[in-house]
């Protein structure tokens, strides 16, 4: 019998998951993983850790299957929480939900769990495996379209997707709370979780407030009409012209009106709305560019905005992460793709070209909000998962 560890969070998807697992013969085991302590940060009671973790107890007592917990904070706060607080220091946005998976979930998490002797690790990811004729194993967009969490396992590589199953990931959200109710397990009801990934609902500035100050600024808008930006849109769409479309126009605070002051241009992102407190503009106003060596944050109203749409982005090809093998992209190779650069992002037609250390896009329609730090990701027709790499610009 095949033994398998599933990662209880407390939610629903795992609690089906591990139910399915032993449904299907296997022999689960439920771990929950306690991955944070600070609740000074986190908004109102949303998924606090330790209510989570008895709902997890009450699934696996209803299931019957071994329950225990184990404590991965340490891990979590130095490849997480650490990288969180470098990415926005250097004004990038990083995606914590993907680091997760690559970092704890199916690394610690993982190697804890291979030392109880088991065959795989399942997690309650809407997405599916498919193991491949010549023995490799490919990773699928989950079939609920609404709930395919395939992005945030863009950085899985071939030896962590051997071990990895996803029991949901071939079923829709309500038939999951259906066999949940079914089985009158205590999280048929239960919301999903929202937030940082094990942390919850938390207050972003305030979080980031435990390493990186307050440092008041002032929110400069750039016009539409800006003539870099004109320049930036009569560009060429093609790979002779990439370096130019990739490169971020750098404004100046003479390039635009003072409306607003910050409290640090490190709390904010490209494509920002919300946070910003500007008044008095005709239109909603968005995070353009951040500027934290100088400690300006650029704004533009509209997010039809020039300023915040691109048809280009570049990666380091030492970020790329191929979820198997033979799916890595050939230097000098133009490769047309589909890609998302975003979770939930309908997928977007684009070109790829690896050079020696860069991997360039180009996208057949601008693009909103091209965001350093995250991560865009690669899939072919079929809904499966490339790869993916690191946003550099």
Not at 182 to 199: M, N, P, R, W, Y
Not at 241 to 256: A, M, N, R, S, Y
Request: net charge negative; glycine share 8%; proline share 4%.
């Amino acid at each position: 019998m095949k033994r398998v560890v599933v990662g209880l969070s407390g939610g629903v998807d795992s609690s089906v998951a591990a139910y399915l697992l032993k449904e299907q013969g296997y022999d689960v085991i439920g771990l929950f993983m306690k991955n944070w302590h600070d609740e000074s940060v986190t908004l109102s009671d949303e998924c606090p850790w330790i209510d989570d973790s008895n709902d997890a107890l009450l699934v696996a007592n209803k299931l019957g299957i071994p329950f225990q917990v184990i404590d991965l904070s340490k891990e979590y706060r130095e490849r997480i929480v650490e990288y969180m607080f470098d990415e926005y220091a250097a004004g990038r946005t990083p995606n914590p939900d993907v680091l997760c998976n690559r970092e704890i979930k199916f690394d610690v998490f993982l190697e804890k769990a291979l030392e109880l002797g088991v065959d795989y690790v399942a997690t309650g990811h809407y997405c599916r495996r498919k193991d491949n004729e010549d023995g490799s194993v490919s990773l699928l967009a989950g079939l609920d379209k609404n709930k395919d969490q395939s992005y945030f396992l863009c950085q899985l590589n071939q030896g962590q997707l051997e071990k990895a199953l996803f029991p949901v990931g071939d079923l829709q959200k309500d038939e999951v709370r259906r066999i949940a109710k079914e089985q009158d397990l205590i999280t048929a009801d239960k919301k999903d979780s929202q937030g940082l990934c094990f942390v919850g609902k938390v207050s972003l500035p305030e979080f980031l407030q435990q390493q990186l100050k307050v440092k008041k600024g002032k929110v400069i808008e750039i016009p539409e009409d800006h003539p870099a930006l004109r320049q930036y849109h009569q560009t060429p769409i093609d790979f002779d012209h990439i370096d130019k479309l990739v490169t971020p126009i750098l404004f100046k605070p003479e390039d635009g009106i003072e409306v607003a002051e910050h409290q640090g241009a490190h709390f904010y992102t490209i494509g920002q709305r919300k946070g910003l407190h500007i008044g008095g503009r005709p239109n909603p106003s968005f995070v353009l560019q951040v500027d934290t060596e100088n400690n300006y944050v650029y704004s533009g109203q509209k997010d039809s905005h020039p300023g915040l749409n691109k048809s280009a982005l570049k990666m380091d090809n030492k970020s790329l992460v191929f979820n198997n093998v033979k799916n890595r992209f050939k230097v000098g190779e133009e490769i047309k793709t589909l890609v998302r650069i975003r979770y939930r992002q309908p997928l977007q037609e684009a070109t790829v070209l690896t050079k020696d250390e860069s991997t360039f896009v180009l996208f057949n329609q601008p693009q909103r909000s091209i965001t350093p730090g995250q991560f865009c990701a690669f899939y072919d027709q079929s809904g499966e998962l490339l790869g993916s790499g690191v946003i550099q610009q």
